[in-house]
């Protein structure tokens, strides 16, 4: 039983390498974009609901609102989702009304996304949600727009990261 006293002792009379601090959780900045993600999610939802979206399929409308008619690789590689994720989540919404998937008459293994008069409609209701945002938030709209920019420059450079390591 002394020996155990004396390693415990020994082992606690280390001086901590500095460079623990980074191993704590709170430090991790994988962390905060991931607790900050899921209370994002948790934010929206409450503001979806009434336009009877989810927040994937807010991100799709998001992104066909700006461009109609893309297709569906274009839409992924927007949304940064594969085809397994992205494929069943349209189905869904075509089945809502809010969207058609067409094949593309120039090259029939491009699948097109068009809005349906629904899809559009959802736009105007939708306005309000970043204003609830920025209220949620308590950060101005310029806050958040500075804040989104930034973290569009780190992803783009982990994600230059990532394909130099390749």
């Not at 607790?35 to 409450?46: D, E, G, H, R, V």
């Not at 869904?92 to 809010?98: H, T």
């Not at 593309?104 to 996304?113: H, M, P, S, T, Y």
């Amino acid at each position: 039983m002394a020996s155990n006293k004396t390693s415990r002792k020994s082992s606690s009379s280390k001086a901590a390498d500095p460079r623990d601090q980074w191993l704590r959780l709170d430090s991790q900045l994988c962390f905060a974009l991931y607790s900050s993600s899921l209370a994002m999610t948790k934010l929206y939802k409450p503001l979806l609901a009434p336009l009877g979206l989810t927040y994937p399929q807010y991100l799709v409308l998001l992104a066909l609102w700006e461009q109609d008619g893309q297709s569906v690789s274009a839409l992924g590689e927007r949304l940064s989702l594969d085809s397994g994720t992205l494929t069943p989540l349209l189905k869904r919404m075509e089945q809502a009304g809010l969207l058609v998937r067409l094949r593309d008459a120039q090259d029939e293994r491009r699948v097109l996304l068009s809005l349906t008069r629904e899809g559009r409609a959802l736009k105007a209701p939708a306005r309000k949600i970043p204003e609830a945002l920025a209220c949620a938030s308590a950060c101005s709209l310029d806050e958040l727009a500075a804040l989104t920019q930034r973290l569009h420059a780190l992803r783009n450079q982990l994600q230059r990261s990532v394909q130099d390591a390749a």
